[in-house]
């Protein structure tokens, strides 16, 4: 790996070079374009830019829709479906009919005996798999 800095420069340009983009190098492809993703939130009257790496996941709850972080809640004014399109290239997965997980911060899975999966967050949350979600979780979480 290569990294140079100089106050030269205005602003960061990642370069890859390689013979062909395998498997492993899309993922990596895919973490970097998703560290460019923000999302705005309502908080106590208050307007806040969130990176979408610090999301945990996102609930509509009675038409409202919510963001997740390790300990803060914030208010959305988009529907669920339209982060479902934001967030398409992303760690992110609907795994509920109200319920999209960001798959960076799954600590470990386990099967439920009704076909559901139960995923544990890095912030001891759990949240459930939906039967309908458990196929694409798999591929996008084991992959």
Do not use: W
Not at 4 to 9: D, F, G, L
Not at 30 to 59: A, F, P, V
Not at 101 to 122: M, P, Q, W
């Amino acid at each position: 790996m290569t990294i140079n800095e100089s106050k030269n420069y205005d602003e960061v340009e990642i370069t890859i070079n390689c013979p062909h983009i395998d498997d492993q190098l899309q993922r990596v492809i895919k973490q970097i374009q998703q560290m460019h993703i923000t999302l705005t939130g309502t908080r106590d009257g208050r307007t806040y830019s969130l990176c979408i790496d610090n999301l945990y996941y996102i609930e509509s709850i009675d038409n409202q829709t919510f963001l997740y972080e390790e300990k803060d809640v914030y208010k959305s004014d988009l529907k669920l479906y339209e982060f479902d399109q934001l967030l398409l290239d992303t760690h992110f997965i609907r795994i509920s009919k109200n319920l999209i997980v960001n798959t960076a911060h799954i600590d470990n899975v386990r099967a439920l005996l009704n076909g559901k999966f139960e995923a544990s967050l890095t912030n001891n949350e759990k949240v459930i798999v939906n039967r309908h979600y458990v196929k694409a979780f798999k591929e996008k979480f084991l992959s």
